[in-house]
C-alpha cells in the first residue's frame, strides 16, 4: 500500500510541477485587490526572501506562517490579515526555491545547506541524496533567522506550517527550542511516502531511476518546456482541495506567477528527488520541550489522516484535530475555521498574553 501511495504522490508531484513550471497565459485580473504588500528580507546577505506582514504593532503573540510544496506566502491569504485583526503579529514567509525568493540551483548554495551546517552530525538516509541545499535543515534554519531578525519578538514566535511546512517547523522547533519556537501547529503535515525508509525495497532502484530521467536527461527538460493552462493546475489542486470553490482564479494566479520565474523547475525536479532527510516521527520523537498541534483534513487524498493519528500519540502533541469536509490544504479551504483554531493555540500556549 506504501508503495502505491508513494508512486501516486511522485505522480502528483509531477503534474503539479508541469503545471507549474511552464509558459503560462496570464489570468485576468491578476493579484486580489487586497494583498498583502511583499516584502523582502536579505538572508545570510547573500538570497533575497519574500515575505507579508501584519499586524506588527500589536501586543499580541507572534505567528509565523510556513507553506507546503508548491506554495508561498499568498497561500495565507485569507488568514495572515484575519488573524492580524484579532490582535496577532502575522508573517508569512516563502521558503528558499519557493514563491518569489530565490532560487539557487541546488548544488551552489553550500553557504546556508544547513546539511553542511551541521558538520556531519546529519549522515545516512537524513541526507538529501544528491547533496542539495534544498533540505529542511536548510528551511529550518531559515525560519529560526526569518524569527530572529524579522519577527524580531523576544517572546519567540508560534509557527502554523502546512504540509512539508510542518517538518521544517518541527525541524526549526527541534534545533532552536522554546526560546524561539514557542509551539507548533502543524496542518497535514507531509508523510514523506517518498522517502527511503517508506519505499519498499524492490521500489527503491525503480524510483530512483524515474527521478533521475526526469532530473538530468532531455526528458526532463522536454517535459518542463511543454505549454500548460491555468486549467491544468486547477485540475491539480481540485485532487488536494475538498472545498473546490475555494480553488478559484485568484489561486492558481498566486500558484502559477512564481512558479513560472527562473530555477522554479530545477526546484521542483530535486524536491520530488529528496528521498532523505526527517520524517515528522523522528522530529516529534526528538522534540521534547515544544507543545505542537496537528489539525488534519479528513478528505486529504494526498497525505491521509488515517496514516497520521499516530502522531497524536508523541508526548509533545498536545492536541490532535480532525478537521471535516476539507483536504490538503485546510487553511486555504476553511480560513475561518483554521484562523479560529489558531486563536484557541496561541491562547493556549500563551495564557496572560493573548485571550479568545
Sequence with gaps: RESRSSMCILVSALALAHALTAVVTPIAGGRAPNRLADRTWLWKNEYSVRYQAAGEDNEGPSVVLVHGFGGNADHWRDNTRALAE????????????????????????QRV??????????????????GSGYNFYTWADQVIDFTNEVVSDTRGALMVCNSVG???????????GPSVVRGVFMLDPSLRMLHVKRQNPLQVPFTSAF??????????LAFFGAVAKPDAVR???????????RVDDELIDAILTPGTAEGAARVFLDFISYSGGPL?????????????????GEQDPWEPIDQGRKYGDY???????????????????????????????VADLCPGEYEI
Design 211 to 220: 527521478q533521475t530521467l526526469l532530473r538530468e536527461t532531455p526528458v526532463g
Design 235 to 245: 485540475n491539480v489542486l481540485r485532487q488536494a482541495y475538498a472545498v473546490e470553490e
Design 113 to 130: 545547506c544547513g546539511e553542511v551546517r551541521r558538520a556531519g552530525s546529519v549522515t545516512g538516509t537524513n541526507c538529501h541524496p544528491l
Design 280 to 296: 515528522p516521527e523522528d522530529l516529534l520523537e526528538a522534540n521534547s520541550d515544544v507543545p505542537v498541534w496537528i489539525g488534519w
Design 86 to 109: 484579532q490582535g496577532l503579529r502575522v508573517f508569512a514567509i516563502d521558503l528558499l526555491g519557493y514563491g518569489l525568493s530565490d532560487k539557487p540551483a541546488p548544488l551552489e548554495m
Design 315 to 345: 508526548d509533545c502533541v498536545q492536541r490532535f484535530i480532525p478537521l471535516p469536509g476539507v483536504g490538503h490544504c485546510p487553511q486555504d479551504e476553511k480560513p475561518e475555521l483554521v484562523n479560529d483554531l489558531v486563536r484557541q493555540f
Design 166 to 176: 510542518g517538518v521544517a517547523g518541527l525541524q526549526a522547533a527541534v534545533d532552536a
